[in-house]
């Protein structure tokens, strides 16, 4: 079993939607969870960071972290044509030493 | 502020021959690390740096090498390249390398091993 899970996709949606992208992870002891969003021919940048168990909200994007069930998500409300990226999920590993990402999630919105 | 500037961009090497993969982290970020990025594998750990000291390391061969100046810019070398070497490197820099202290990357050099 891989340590984090992501759905690849492709998710397709029309503007304005709402976005929802999951990770699960199989290591209870991962604390610190991030997304990033990485458009073609560029690097990873940074959306979200969160600790804790709960809700983190920034705009039209909210991560969410539910550690009972090792699950992780993204939501993005009133989605944007410039919002199509590929976005990843990723995790401190338990040594803390190293971040340990998801394959990422191709997501395209229509305008 | 300047960004994590990778060079080259892109790059063709045949297999056997070695590479050497440049990074400038943003200005006063003293850790550096390198990650190779695959559509199989995706993103995965190859090593980090802190004032010119090798800090962790991934699950790489040891053919995957890397070095901090002390101005603290980086550079990753792959010697005996093999056609699996073919992959997105990404290198990122981070203030100290701390869970609180968030990585920014560079656009990466794309690497091709004919």
């Known amino acids: 079993q891989k340590e984090v899970e992501q759905d690849p996709g492709p998710l397709s949606v029309p503007e304005g939607a709402i976005v929802s992208l999951n990770c699960t992870y199989s290591n209870s002891a991962f604390q610190y969870f991030m997304w990033y969003r990485q458009y073609s021919r560029k690097g990873p940048e940074l959306l979200m960071y969160t600790y804790s168990s709960g809700n983190k909200e920034d705009g039209r994007f909210t991560a969410q972290v539910d550690k009972s069930s090792k699950y992780i998500s993204l939501f993005i409300r009133d989605s944007q044509p410039s919002d199509s990226a590929t976005y990843l999920c990723?995790?401190?590993?338990?040594?803390?030493?190293?971040?340990?990402f998801g394959k990422g999630t191709t997501l395209s919105v229509s305008s | 502020k300047a960004g994590v500037t990778q060079t080259p961009r892109y790059l063709i090497k045949t297999r056997g021959q070695q590479v050497t993969l440049s990074c400038s982290p943003i200005s006063g970020h003293r850790s550096v690390s390198w990650y190779q990025q695959t559509p199989g594998q995706g993103l995965q750990f190859l090593f980090e740096?802190?004032?010119?000291?090798?800090?962790n390391k991934g699950n790489f061969p040891g053919r995957f090498s890397g070095r901090q100046f002390s101005n603290s810019r980086s550079e990753m070398n792959v010697s005996t390249l093999e056609l699996g070497d073919s992959a997105l490197y990404l290198c990122?820099?981070?203030?100290?390398?701390?869970?609180?202290?968030?990585?920014?990357f560079g656009n990466g050099t794309r690497l091709t091993v004919t």
């Open positions: 990723a995790m401190l590993n338990q040594a803390g030493t190293a971040l340990i």
């Open positions: 990122a820099s981070s203030w100290d390398g701390s869970y609180n202290s968030p990585l920014h």
């Open positions: 740096y802190f004032s010119e000291t090798q800090r």
